[in-house]
Protein backbone atom coordinates (compact mmCIF):
# COMPACT_ATOMS: atom_id res chain seq x y z
CA UNK A 1 0.00 0.00 0.00
CA UNK A 2 1.21 3.37 -0.80
CA UNK A 3 1.94 6.23 1.86
CA UNK A 4 -0.75 8.92 1.46
CA UNK A 5 -0.32 11.82 -0.93
CA UNK A 6 -2.69 15.29 -1.59
CA UNK A 7 -4.59 14.89 -4.33
CA UNK A 8 -6.40 18.01 -5.48
CA UNK A 9 -9.66 17.88 -7.70
CA UNK A 10 -11.95 20.37 -9.10
CA UNK A 11 -15.59 19.49 -9.70
CA UNK A 12 -17.58 21.84 -12.17
CA UNK A 13 -20.94 22.03 -13.75
CA UNK A 14 -23.32 24.08 -15.91
CA UNK A 15 -26.65 22.07 -16.57
CA UNK A 16 -29.57 21.26 -14.16
CA UNK A 17 -28.60 21.73 -10.51
CA UNK A 18 -25.13 23.08 -10.53
CA UNK A 19 -24.81 22.75 -6.71
CA UNK A 20 -26.32 19.56 -6.58
CA UNK A 21 -24.23 17.37 -9.13
CA UNK A 22 -21.09 18.99 -7.83
CA UNK A 23 -22.41 17.61 -4.00
CA UNK A 24 -23.17 14.16 -5.86
CA UNK A 25 -19.90 13.98 -7.66
CA UNK A 26 -17.79 14.87 -4.71
CA UNK A 27 -19.46 11.88 -2.95
CA UNK A 28 -19.35 9.59 -5.77
CA UNK A 29 -15.54 10.25 -5.94
CA UNK A 30 -15.00 9.98 -1.49
CA UNK A 31 -13.09 6.30 -3.31
CA UNK A 32 -10.55 8.72 -3.56
CA UNK A 33 -9.68 9.13 -0.08
CA UNK A 34 -10.37 11.03 3.05
CA UNK A 35 -11.26 14.24 2.21
CA UNK A 36 -9.65 17.02 4.09
CA UNK A 37 -10.89 20.48 2.56
CA UNK A 38 -13.13 21.80 0.12
CA UNK A 39 -13.16 25.35 -1.17
CA UNK A 40 -16.44 27.54 -1.66
CA UNK A 41 -18.47 26.85 -4.45
CA UNK A 42 -17.83 29.86 -7.67
CA UNK A 43 -19.63 30.53 -10.26
CA UNK A 44 -17.79 31.55 -13.32
CA UNK A 45 -18.57 31.92 -17.17
CA UNK A 46 -17.83 29.19 -19.41
CA UNK A 47 -14.05 28.64 -20.71
CA UNK A 48 -12.91 28.63 -24.08
CA UNK A 49 -17.14 28.51 -25.42
CA UNK A 50 -20.36 29.94 -24.72
CA UNK A 51 -23.03 28.97 -23.30
CA UNK A 52 -26.03 30.67 -21.41
CA UNK A 53 -25.41 29.09 -18.21
CA UNK A 54 -22.67 29.70 -15.96
CA UNK A 55 -20.41 27.12 -14.23
CA UNK A 56 -20.40 26.02 -10.75
CA UNK A 57 -17.15 24.64 -9.64
CA UNK A 58 -15.44 23.67 -6.40
CA UNK A 59 -11.88 22.26 -5.21
CA UNK A 60 -11.44 19.30 -2.75
CA UNK A 61 -8.58 18.48 -1.22
CA UNK A 62 -8.26 14.57 -0.34
CA UNK A 63 -5.43 11.93 1.10
CA UNK A 64 -4.93 9.13 -1.06
CA UNK A 65 -3.25 6.06 -1.30
CA UNK A 66 -4.54 5.47 -5.14
CA UNK A 67 -2.26 5.98 -8.20
CA UNK A 68 -2.66 8.80 -9.89
CA UNK A 69 -4.41 6.46 -13.43
CA UNK A 70 -6.58 4.97 -10.70
CA UNK A 71 -7.80 8.63 -9.59
CA UNK A 72 -7.88 9.46 -13.47
CA UNK A 73 -10.28 6.01 -13.93
CA UNK A 74 -12.11 7.21 -10.51
CA UNK A 75 -12.94 10.41 -12.16
CA UNK A 76 -14.27 8.81 -15.24
CA UNK A 77 -16.42 6.63 -13.22
CA UNK A 78 -17.90 9.34 -11.57
CA UNK A 79 -18.59 11.88 -15.01
CA UNK A 80 -19.89 8.39 -16.24
CA UNK A 81 -22.40 7.55 -13.89
CA UNK A 82 -23.77 10.85 -13.96
CA UNK A 83 -24.18 11.01 -17.42
CA UNK A 84 -21.96 12.83 -19.34
CA UNK A 85 -21.83 12.33 -22.87
CA UNK A 86 -17.80 12.92 -24.58
CA UNK A 87 -18.08 14.12 -28.07
CA UNK A 88 -14.02 14.02 -29.00
CA UNK A 89 -15.00 16.16 -32.07
CA UNK A 90 -15.70 18.95 -29.06
CA UNK A 91 -13.25 20.04 -26.37
CA UNK A 92 -15.36 22.66 -24.54
CA UNK A 93 -19.10 22.14 -24.40
CA UNK A 94 -21.73 22.44 -21.35
CA UNK A 95 -21.71 19.13 -18.87
CA UNK A 96 -23.68 17.49 -16.36
CA UNK A 97 -20.04 17.37 -14.49
CA UNK A 98 -16.60 18.09 -14.58
CA UNK A 99 -13.97 16.17 -12.57
CA UNK A 100 -10.28 16.88 -12.97
CA UNK A 101 -7.09 16.31 -11.49
CA UNK A 102 -5.18 19.29 -10.53
CA UNK A 103 -2.37 17.83 -8.02
CA UNK A 104 -1.05 14.34 -6.96
CA UNK A 105 1.05 15.52 -4.40
CA UNK A 106 4.34 17.16 -6.50
CA UNK A 107 4.25 14.65 -8.84
CA UNK A 108 4.84 15.22 -12.29
CA UNK A 109 2.63 13.01 -15.12
CA UNK A 110 3.02 13.00 -18.84
CA UNK A 111 0.76 10.07 -20.25
CA UNK A 112 -1.43 9.82 -23.31
CA UNK A 113 -4.38 10.24 -21.40
CA UNK A 114 -2.94 11.74 -18.01
CA UNK A 115 -0.75 14.84 -17.12
CA UNK A 116 -0.45 16.16 -14.14
CA UNK A 117 -0.46 19.10 -12.64
CA UNK A 118 -3.46 19.98 -14.98
CA UNK A 119 -2.20 21.47 -18.00
CA UNK A 120 -4.25 24.52 -18.09
CA UNK A 121 -4.46 25.52 -14.52
CA UNK A 122 -2.27 28.54 -14.74
CA UNK A 123 -4.82 29.94 -17.41
CA UNK A 124 -7.58 29.78 -15.75
CA UNK A 125 -8.76 32.21 -12.96
CA UNK A 126 -11.93 29.85 -12.57
CA UNK A 127 -9.90 26.78 -11.35
CA UNK A 128 -6.65 29.56 -9.27
CA UNK A 129 -9.66 31.25 -7.01
CA UNK A 130 -10.58 28.31 -5.22
CA UNK A 131 -7.38 26.55 -5.46
CA UNK A 132 -5.99 29.84 -3.74
CA UNK A 133 -8.84 29.81 -1.31
CA UNK A 134 -7.16 26.08 -0.13
CA UNK A 135 -3.76 25.71 -0.84
CA UNK A 136 -2.50 29.92 -1.48
CA UNK A 137 0.93 28.64 -0.71
CA UNK A 138 1.40 25.66 -2.61
CA UNK A 139 4.05 25.65 -5.24
CA UNK A 140 3.18 24.53 -8.46
CA UNK A 141 5.49 21.74 -8.95
CA UNK A 142 6.39 22.82 -12.65
CA UNK A 143 5.93 26.17 -13.10
CA UNK A 144 7.60 26.53 -9.24
CA UNK A 145 5.27 29.79 -7.94
CA UNK A 146 2.82 29.41 -5.36
CA UNK A 147 -1.08 29.26 -6.34
CA UNK A 148 -1.76 32.99 -4.53
CA UNK A 149 1.30 33.76 -7.83
CA UNK A 150 -0.18 32.01 -10.07
CA UNK A 151 -3.67 33.61 -9.33
CA UNK A 152 -2.11 37.18 -9.46
CA UNK A 153 -0.47 36.77 -12.74
CA UNK A 154 -3.36 34.49 -14.60
CA UNK A 155 -4.15 36.13 -18.01
CA UNK A 156 -8.13 35.06 -17.62
CA UNK A 157 -9.62 37.89 -17.63
CA UNK A 158 -13.11 36.09 -16.54
CA UNK A 159 -15.01 36.92 -13.81
CA UNK A 160 -14.84 34.79 -10.78
CA UNK A 161 -17.85 35.05 -8.37
CA UNK A 162 -18.55 33.20 -4.76
CA UNK A 163 -21.71 31.50 -4.49
CA UNK A 164 -23.94 32.34 -1.46
Request: with cysteine; hydrophobic share 45%; proline share 8%.
Amino acid sequence: MRDPEQLVLIFGSNMEDRAGNIRQAISLASAAGEEVQRSSLYESDPWGFSADVPFYNQVVVYRTALAPTAVLQLCARVEQQMGRQRDPSTRYASRVIDVDILFHGSRVANLPDLIIPHPRLAARRFVLAPLAELLPSFIHPTLNKSISALLQECPDAGQVRLVP
